[in-house]
T-cell receptor, first 114, second 110 residues
Framework: DAGVIQSPRHEVTEMGQEVTLRCKPI?????LFWYRQTMMRGLELLIY????????DSGMPEDRFSAKMPNASFSTLKIQPSEPRDSAVYFC????????????FGEGSRLTVL | QKEVEQNSGPLSVPEGAIASLNCTYS??????FFWYRQYSGKSPELIMS??SNGDKEDGRFTAQLNKASQYVSLLIRDSQPSDSATYLC??????????WGAGTKLIIKP
């Protein structure tokens, strides 16, 4: 299995630009999570999808952040407009069950907003 | 506020010794417990899960759970330099939400 695939691995952009991060979960996994990790705040859950439906987006920082999962094999996290404080590593993770803590993480997208 | 507490470290252990990593949690109804390993610049990787009181062994790793004390630990026997990483404790209360600790940085000295 290829594992969870994220792109891009690195993104450097200027403040105000739109950023789109992409994720392909493991085939057959019906739960998908977007996390953000920083030194100061650790791992933060941004949004959780189950069977392509957003279940909990309470962790999305503000309206500048949006996420979609149009089908079982693809999800996007979009930031528009981006700000320097959005600089972080963004992880996508998937799991085979709804209430399991056994997550498989992608390699992450390191975002730097100048 | 549900919390998971870990000593941030770094915890320095000589090669070949036992590394002991500890985690406490606040939510008494927590049902499942996980240890993830994260190498610098990499993503978290699940290494152990434990669901009932007692010990669970997997190779050089042993997870220990004490629900009465709200305490979970990870022991690494015969520590190797390749075990140097940050270890994240995560606790699940029965739904999709994982409560994450901040992680303990482990350094194995040759």
């Amino acid at each position: 299995d290829a594992g969870v695939i994220q792109s891009p691995r690195h993104e450097v952009t200027e403040m105000g630009q739109e950023v789109t991060l992409r994720c392909k979960p493991i085939s057959g996994h019906n739960s998908l999570f977007w996390y953000r990790q920083t030194m100061m705040r650790g791992l933060e859950l941004l949004i959780y999808f189950n069977n392509n439906v957003p279940i909990d987006d309470s962790g999305m920082p503000e309206d500048r952040f949006s996420a979609k999962m149009p089908n079982a094999s693809f999800s996007t996290l979009k930031i528009q407009p981006s700000e320097p404080r959005d600089s972080a590593v963004y992880f996508c993770a998937s799991s085979a069950g709804e209430n399991t803590g056994e997550l498989f993480f992608g390699e992450g997208s390191r975002l730097t907003v100048l | 506020q549900k919390e998971v507490e870990q000593n941030s470290g770094p915890l320095s252990v000589p090669e070949g010794a036992i590394a002991s990593l500890n985690c406490t949690y606040s939510d008494r109804v927590s049902q499942s417990f996980f240890w993830y390993r994260q190498y610098s610049g990499k993503s978290p990787e699940l290494i152990m899960s434990i669901y009932s009181n007692g010990d669970k062994e997997d190779g050089r790793f042993t997870a220990q759970l004490n629900k009465a004390s709200q305490y979970v630990s990870l022991l690494i026997r015969d520590s190797q330099p390749s075990d140097s990483a940050t270890y994240l404790c995560a606790v699940n209360g029965g739904n999709y939400q994982l409560i994450w600790g901040a992680g303990t940085k482990l350094i194995i000295k040759p």
